[in-house]
């Protein structure tokens, strides 16, 4: 089970162009930076969750509106794509190749 569970959009990508492993890496190269703010978004997501679960002890203030949910999460999504290692840049990369080759497959069968 990968680390990374987000759902990539490949309706822009022309499959049937992707034959070598630079055409591969070049396009994962281009759906990253997407990819890093989904990964930032799922954490944001999480860390939110676990702060409502901690604000919803008695004492505690009241939670947030949707709408400062949705900004928490955007917001770590872009401030995640700006800050992320290069190791984890890669290892996003390598995980996009790997669903871009499987989705090649399951659109050829």
């Known amino acids: 089970m990968s680390k990374f ?17 630079e055409d591969f890496k070049r396009e994962a ?10 990964v930032g978004e799922n954490v944001g997501e999480q860390t939110w969750e676990e702060l409502q679960k901690k604000l919803n ?9 949707p709408n400062e949910k949705r900004k928490f ?14 190791r984890d ?3 996003l990369e ?8 499987i989705f090649q497959n399951q659109t050829a069968s």
């Open 29 to 38: 190269k281009i759906l990253l930076p997407q990819a890093l703010v989904k």
């Open 94 to 101: 390598d995980y996009i190749v790997e669903q871009l080759r």
């Open 73 to 86: 999460i955007q917001e770590t999504g872009k401030v995640y794509q700006r800050n992320a290692s290069s």
């Open 89 to 91: 840049k890669q290892e």
């Open 5 to 21: 569970q987000i759902n990539i959009d490949f309706s822009s990508v022309d499959l049937a162009s992707l034959e070598t492993e």
């Open 57 to 65: 002890k008695p004492g505690a203030k009241s939670k947030g509106s």
